[in-house]
């Protein structure tokens, strides 16, 4: 059940770049979209979302981009971080109850 | 800042036997969730409870896993008979309002069945 993919599951990019993580997904009843970052040993921590009624949202370095027509949205982080190293889970939900479909996840590492 | 707690973080148990993952969710949320994730795989949703029943369980949630709320702020995941396939990363999460707020997850147990 690949409702959400991530199709890239590693990404190089060095200090002070921009990072372009990007994520697709099949069920068009998908209506909230959410960015999680995951350090290992360590659960999900939330990022930022965005609901279905808008195309971008930016909380400080971090800004996601939803293109319902093209049922693709993407994570821009700039500029990157050492700290921003870790695995980038993209994730959605359909229904009032808030079940996440998460996506297989994409492994940044940030060099100097 | 609140935080989901979860214990154990690590469970090592025999095939057959029963466990109980633990977890406190953050105090003011209504919304409780276990997700898990097998070594190098993604995370997958097992169950939703809201107001003291089950919303929604997925395809794995069967009829060996159970969850309950015992007191008003405990929230368990038992494992009847505990398979090889288990093994895996548990995640409790939860949250304040369900679809349009965020889940906080906590730091997950380790399971690992021998």
């Known amino acids: 059940d690949q409702q959400v993919k991530q199709n890239s599951p590693s990404l190089s990019v060095q200090e002070g770049r921009i990072s372009i993580l990007n994520c697709d997904y099949t069920?068009?009843?998908?209506?909230?979209f959410l960015w999680y970052k995951k350090y290992p040993a360590e659960g999900p921590t939330f990022l930022i979302s965005?609901?279905?009624?808008?195309d971008k949202n930016e909380d400080g370095r971090f800004t996601v981009f939803l293109n319902k027509s093209a049922k693709h949205l993407s994570l821009h982080i700039v500029p990157s971080q050492p700290g921003d190293s870790a695995v980038y889970f993209c994730?959605?939900?359909?229904?009032?109850?808030?079940?996440?479909?998460f996506g297989a996840g994409t492994q940044v590492v940030v060099t100097p | 800042e609140p935080e989901v707690t979860q214990t154990p973080s690590h469970q090592v148990t025999q095939m057959g036997q029963e466990v109980i993952l633990r977890c406190v969710p953050i105090?003011?949320?209504?919304?409780f969730y276990w997700y898990r994730q097998i070594l190098g795989q993604k995370v997958e949703f097992l169950v939703s409870?809201?107001?003291?029943?089950?919303?929604?369980k997925s395809e794995i949630f069967d009829d060996q896993f159970s969850v309950e709320r015992p007191d008003g702020s405990n929230f368990t995941l038992k494992i009847r008979s505990t398979k090889l396939e288990d093994s895996a990363m548990y995640f409790c999460?939860?949250?304040?309002?369900?679809?349009?707020?965020?889940?906080?997850f906590g730091q997950g147990t380790r399971l690992t069945v021998v």
């Open positions: 999460a939860s949250s304040e309002e369900g679809a349009y707020t965020e889940a906080f």
């Open positions: 069920n068009s009843m998908f209506d909230y």
């Open positions: 965005i609901s279905s009624i808008k």
């Open positions: 994730a959605a939900a359909t229904d009032s109850w808030g079940k996440l479909q």
């Open positions: 105090s003011n949320h209504l919304y």
């Open positions: 409870f809201y107001n003291n029943e089950i919303s929604e």
